[in-house]
């Protein structure tokens, strides 16, 4: 709150007023205040929409949620929040929401069918659950079970890990090739990024501004305010182009070859960071590979590949080496595009990180302080699980070097054509329809399960084929301790407690997890005295263990605990040899390029059809999921298609009309938005919306989903176009445009 | 008496609305009617690949002189003692007069009741002690709220393509310093 006052205050008393610069004058007003008043009585509690996790402070009157704002002593979001966190009682009040255990009783499946459901008790549900499980187990063995779910809550890793189901989620979508390949250069993936002390900040697609990620878009702004040179390479003008000092339109794909000329400039002219690089790093020891291998990816070759000027990226390049600190950051999806090229591009991203010698230094890529919070496993040992089926279904095992994460876009390939019927039994927790490429091919793959169990909280486009759906709770209605990494320069800790509770019999997935598990695997739902393990005990225990209080109670009391941890600079890193590795020798061990080698993205522009595609993530949203959000559906719920006006006059196309977008996969009708913010080659369009399930009352029906656009892919694609990380390839596609009548 | 006004800065606004979501959570306001009492607006200007982006974050401004208030032919809009502009449902006859004369597209006709709303600049939360909800969220500082007499004459009255104000005395300023380089 601005008062006069704290800006006499500020500017040193009310004579000096006048003649001080005026920014300076100014500058008190944009002092990110910490002191945003807030009612006492409210609670505090972590968002859940988002890795974020954002502290929140919460007002409830008569039960109900009266509003929610940031906390204001969370370094996370510095008491802020975003549309998502702000609306989030909308989704905790949506009427559409599952509220009863429901079965199906048409046989019928898909989505031109009525399910039929009929409400059933909870014990009902799980004993139904347990039932076929165990005939399905016994008749086609361990084959035939498959979780399409996160590993997130542990409870529901530990039920997959115990019925000896293999799981897949959604990593090879979003940054499991970052994974990898952090794993190998610097030792461990972390999402931490200290941009607000860096000078020289260059972003490969990094759009966190533009999807209002706030523990990362903030980080930017601060860069900002410290005075950073931003250099942003993006096809699409995004709302983080607006803090960039320079943006460069770069051809979809061609991000690689600007990252693959920066390199051989900085080695060229030796603009690294010395002592870093001869202290910690592989370079000495392979120099001379290293320096021959980027010999041929000159800025005038780059210039070909990406319509980037030679002598932009040369700029760029003396710029990046002889500014320190200069960090280029990556991010989840939107690091820079997930093309078939991601993972040579987050390896030279990686590398120039490395030459920058930023890693876990300030202004650079450090390794998270937080609390070590014991995970489930580590409390309740359980017994030793049974072996998973060697063969996957979506062929991961092909993949040799690709992260232990399931593979979305291999999926229904695997399910429909390579194991035709193989999936009896599956788990689907908490994931839309539209999340997957062509989701047309993975509803006709759902079609052809016998048993499908449902959690979820809202009546989503996959309940159209499951058999038994169960209603779970959000993390309004929820319990947990929350750490975060995205900017934990020191450890903070904020509790996630339930706000309201739970509607209906909705029940969380502690609940779900441990009464399966009862059921099925009892052994590894006791304690060793043979009673069965709680949630809230091993709440209690992880506090009482990370020395956060006596237990959750007294942690929940105190709303948040901020630690002291002393920044010392790692010089020890957690690869193969020790040291930050630019050579990654287990590649070449498996034939595999050791550096970062161009190639270009999967579909490239053809006469049938001529333009990029491009999907952004509106920044109202997150993913699909918030769509059925009254509030952010009406801030961002119309299916725009940006199109540039050139590109749109060649077709006939006026601002406002419908458009037909067609690619190899399928296609989809959205409203034309013409804008001189998009390179001409590219047509862009939102993720998220599309859903098809006519019980979402807000958000059914509307709109097209992008994924209908997306070709998905089978493995032995992957292997043969030398894929070796199992990019998914999310954003990959070419496609044509006309007027829709 | 006190009044109050806004201070917006449009290079530190990334376009995430949280504004308007808070503003419909704390107000209430009716969704799906395409009632925005606060609402982010983009602009964008040059071509490519030369472009600029503006976003205001634009709710009601609470003139000194309202001409909502002047032009209301049931005399629905008044003013409090502390500057804030408020429609009198229980008056208002949805006529939309308030509409065409307001500069920053603040009054709202709700179609399902037919009456005007606008933007209450919380004065139920400032009652309390709190910010308005929209200033309490906004994640960058580039919509803030304050005393208007701490806000009053810095900055600039305008942005470009923006109504000249001088006759309606808005509470609002803009910021349109660049960044620090």
Redesign the interface.
Known sequence: ????R??LQGAGGAAVLGTLP??E??AE??E??QA????PESLVTACGICDSACGMRVTVKDGTI?????LPEDPH??G?????G??S??IRNDPDRLKYPMKRTNPRKGLEEDPRWVRISWNEALDLIAEKYTEIRSKYGQEALLAISRGRPPWFARLYSALGMERVDHNDLCYGVDIVISNQTIGRHTFAWDLENAKYIVLFGWDM??R?K?SL??RL?HA??N?A?VINFNPM?T?T??FA?E???VRPGGDLAVALAMIHVLLKENLYDRDFVSQYTNFPEYETQIREHFEKYTPEWAEKESDIPADVIRRIARQFGSTRPAVAPLHKKTLAANYENAAPLCHAIAILNILAGNIDRPGGHYFPRTFEIPGLDAIYRPPAYPKLPAKRVDGREKLPLAGGYGMFSTLADGMLNRYPGRVKFLFWNNYNLSSLPQRRMMEEALKTVEFMVLVDILPMDAMYFADVVLPSTMFLEGSDIIVREMAAKSPFAVVRQPVVGAPFEAKSAAYIAIELGKRLAPDYFRKADGSWISPSELLDEQVRRSGLGQNFADFRKKGFVAGEKPFIPATKFATASGKCQIYIPAFAAKNYDPLPNWRPKRDLPSADYPYYLITYLP??HKRNSTQNN???????GTPYVHI?PSTAARHGIRDGARVRVRSRAGEAVGVARL??????DAVAVPHGLGHRSPWLS?AGGKGFCDNDLIPAQTIDELVQHGNWLGSGCIMDAVVAIEPAV | MRSYGW?F?P??C?????C???C???NQVE??V?V?WRR?LRQ?S????N?Q?T?VSMACNHCENAFCQKVCPVRAIWRRDDGIVLVDTDRCVGCGQCHIFCPYGAPQLNLATRKTTKCTMCFDRIE????P?CA??????AL????W???EG??SDRLPGMAYPRQMRPHIRF?T?P???
């Not at chain 1, 709150?1 to 006069?4: A, D, F, P, Q």
């Not at chain 1, 945003?36 to 009612?39: A, E, L, V």
């Not at chain 2, 040059?46 to 690949?49: E, L, M, N």
């Not at chain 2, 309390?128 to 910010?131: N, S």
Request: glycine content about 6%; overall charge positive; some cysteine.
């Open positions: 709150m601005i008062t006069r704290s800006v005026w920014n004058a100014f007003f944009f990110r205040s945003i008043p807030y009612p009266r509003f929610i704002q940031g979001n510095e802020r929040l975003c549309a998502k702000t609306s009682a909308y501004v533009a209002a706030l878009s903030n702004l900002k305010e005075g040179r003008y709302a182009a607006k000092d943006w460069h339109p920044a109202a009254p509030v952010l559906f009406e801030i961002d540039h804008t001189e913010t998009i390179r001409p807000v | 201070l800065d290079k530190r990334i376009e995430c609305s949280a308007e979501a808070a419909k959570q704390w969704t799906g395409n925005r982010v964008e040059g071509t490519f690949p472009v982006v976003a309390q002690g709190l910010a909800a309490t969220v906004c994640p960058t500082g803030q709220w304050g005393e007499d701490a806000i810095r900055g910021v310093e960044w620090r380089s």
